[in-house]
């Protein structure tokens, strides 16, 4: 089955710099990306994703890359506010035959902490 | 404006309880799952449902039953509790847009504490 593989586990950066966490995943089947932001005691929330036909995804401070051939990749966050804070999840799944039921299997989350 | 709700958003019990955990969607969605968060935060699949037929069954403790009596609801029911279910519970739904893909939108958790 899929592996997804994030780091790095916690980040701390100040307010205004720039933060990337990357994500690796073993099956090469897998073409659906997307990233999850979770609050401290909230739900995690879609914040951006990427599908495989993609290298590269943006949403305002946001952006996502996408590389097919290493099967990696990374969100990155630009601008970075003390919002920003919280716990960031990537994700991968295999749509394609007939299991395309949406099985996301996730990397153990990276701890952002934005320093003001 | 609730799209995935939890009942309850809290539970605290003793070990050799059972209980239940109730998950309903009003997106019109066609799938549902639960998911199971541990405290180092890993978050794991454990069921899912698509049009309340179970699709996916991950290596879960028997003593775990998921129920869906219609597409809008996914219970879990967990006998005989231990210390480590104690954990976040978060149901999610999905839809499969035109792209064939399906965007998980997760519920507000169950905070279960097993004493």
């Known amino acids: 089955g899929e592996n997804v593989e994030q780091h790095p586990s916690t980040l701390s950066v100040q307010e205004g710099d720039s933060a990337v966490i990357k994500c690796t995943y073993s099956?090469?089947?897998?073409?659906?990306f997307p990233w999850y932001k979770q609050e401290l005691g909230k739900r995690p929330q879609l914040i951006i994703d990427?599908?495989?036909?993609?290298g590269e995804k943006k949403d305002q401070r946001i952006a996502v890359t996408l590389n097919k051939t290493a099967k990696h990749f990374s969100l990155h966050i630009t601008e970075t506010q003390p919002e920003d804070s919280a716990v960031y999840f990537c994700?991968?799944?295999?749509?394609?035959?007939?299991?395309?039921?949406?099985?996301?299997?996730f990397g153990q989350g990276t701890i952002l902490t934005v320093h003001p | 404006d609730t799209a995935v709700s939890q009942t309850p958003k809290y539970l605290v019990t003793q070990m050799g309880n059972d209980k239940s955990i109730k998950c309903e969607q009003n997106?019109?969605?066609?799938?549902m799952y639960w998911y199971k968060q541990d405290s180092k935060k890993f978050l794991k699949i454990m069921f899912s449902?698509?049009?309340?037929?179970?699709?996916i069954n991950e290596t879960v403790p028997n003593r775990f039953s998921p129920k869906s009596p219609d597409k809008a609801h996914l219970n879990l029911h967990i006998n005989s509790l231990e210390l480590g279910d104690s954990a976040v519970y978060f149901c999610?739904?999905?839809?499969?847009?035109?792209?064939?893909?399906?965007?998980?939108?997760f519920g507000p958790g169950t905070r279960l504490l097993v004493l």
């Open positions: 994700a991968a799944r295999n749509i394609a035959g007939g299991t395309s039921y949406g099985k996301l299997t």
């Open positions: 099956d090469s089947a897998s073409n659906y």
């Open positions: 990427i599908r495989s036909n993609v």
């Open positions: 997106l019109g969605h066609d799938t």
């Open positions: 449902y698509n049009n309340k037929e179970l699709i």
């Open positions: 999610a739904s999905a839809r499969r847009d035109s792209g064939g893909l399906k965007t998980q939108y």
